[in-house]
């Protein structure tokens, strides 16, 4: 079990029939050694007494964002939290997270929140089962939250169907499980890249690819959130990076390559998820070409492999660090993707590859999913079609396993 005394759980309960159930859930984490503090809405209140969950935890309970002795109590109680726990997680509570609302002590808590989340929730099985949920649920599964159930079983209108609460013990095990994450990269140091990079033809026109930056993002995000230090070497973007993310913006390939090679020395986990261009052109005019002129002849030359770099030279890098790169292909079959990334894995000196399919319509550019294989020193894994965000949870869990045999530096 992941060392959990002395951590700070938010649990925030919102007004469910099931709130009863959550005394348990809070009761149980306090008995592990960790600092609970508790969120209630005011329909919450109508099912659990505030001071029932003050006497399982032995802290005061939060109720209004007014009137309170703290000036901004959502602040506070957000920048305390090492894990919020949701439950139970309402239709109007998942709505007000998905939305951004903040309009309540709980919904202005959560728009604060910068640490791990865990959902479990509970409603009719129609409420569950609208678009409008299942949208929700799906924008926030994509920004990291951690769903808990629900259950199918037997609903408080009399009806069975899904929508039930997860039991207690679940959303214990749930958070104990989160928690003992968000701490897996403490004392690492990280570098991700991300983006693509312009290659100037002349000061207005370049070679590129579209590459919207959206994975490497997404990666440093988590490994931020896990407990790391994080630099993000970025190509041109529009998106802008989370908490704990130092960012180095770059443009070009060798910008780029100077910027990873400064970094590199000092970083326990490499991880190269920009789409750096193969080839730029060998002059970049100093003047816009006019179009009168006709067509420029375009002499392409390659640009500097950045992963074979670091993987062919151990001396570029940190001692006993971890290399991960990403792959690019248009190979929508997964058999053939893995033999691509295991030939990678093996041509550059990874120790990961992630073999991405950019060319599919649901994968890679401009969309917010992936369909990758990741090829690593324990075999190949097929992760199908998921969020960016999901795979980079399921790559930083894999970092955090190679990693965590060895002590984090002093």
């Known amino acids: 079990m992941a060392q959990v005394e002395g951590r700070k759980v938010l649990v925030c309960i919102t007004g469910g029939i099931a709130a009863y159930k959550v005394v348990q859930v809070a009761r149980s ?64 509570a998942l709505a007000k997270m998905a939305l951004g609302f903040a309009d309540d002590l709980f919904s202005a808590v959560m728009l604060t929140a910068r640490c791990p989340v865990v959902a479990a929730p509970a409603m009719h099985a129609e409420m569950w089962e609208h678009p409008a949920t299942a949208a929700h649920v799906r924008t926030l599964e994509a920004r990291g939250v951690t769903m808990v159930g629900p259950d199918s079983g037997a ?30 990269l403490a004392g690492r140091a990280v570098l991700v890249t991300a983006g693509g990079t312009q290659e100037p033809i002349d000061p207005v026109r370049f070679i590129g690819n579209r590459s919207s930056g959206r994975m490497g993002y997404a990666i440093a995000e988590t ?110 079959d997964p058999e053939r993707l893995a033999e691509l990334a295991v030939s990678k894995r093996r041509s550059k000196g990874a120790d990961v590859i992630v073999a991405n399919d950019v060319g599919s319509s649901d994968s890679g550019f401009d969309v917010p999913t992936n369909r990758a294989v990741i090829a690593g020193p324990h075999g190949v894994a097929d992760v199908g079609l998921v969020t960016k965000q999901g795979l980079a949870a399921i790559l930083i869990d894999l970092v955090a396993e190679l990693v965590g045999g060895r002590q984090p530096p002093e």
């Open 29 to 92: 984490l306090a008995q592990m050694g960790i600092d609970v503090r508790v969120v209630m809405t005011a329909s919450a209140e109508r099912f659990v007494g505030a001071q029932t969950f003050a006497a399982v935890t032995g802290n005061p309970v939060a109720t209004a964002i007014f009137g309170a002795e703290a000036d901004a109590p959502h602040v506070e109680l957000a920048r305390d939290a090492d894990l919020a726990v949701v439950a139970p997680a309402t239709a109007n």
């Open 223 to 332: 490994a931020a959130a896990r407990g790391a230090e994080v630099t993000l070497v970025s190509g041109p973007s529009q998106l802008t990076a989370g908490p704990g993310v130092d960012v180095v913006a770059v443009r070009t390939a060798e910008e780029m390559r100077t910027a990873v090679l400064k970094a590199a020395p000092a970083c326990d986990i490499i991880i190269k998820a920009a789409a750096v261009a193969d080839f730029r052109p060998q002059l970049s005019a100093p003047a816009k070409l006019k179009k009168a002129a006709g067509p420029p002849e375009v002499t392409l030359v390659p640009t500097t492999d950045i992963l074979g770099e670091l993987g062919a030279d151990p001396g570029l890098r940190k001692p006993g660090g971890v290399l991960i790169g990403f792959a690019a292909e248009t190979e929508p």
């Open 155 to 184: 609903l408080s209108s009399g009806d069975f169907g899904p929508g039930r609460m997860a039991e207690p013990d679940a959303i214990v095990e749930a958070a104990v499980l989160a928690l003992g994450r968000s701490r897996a």
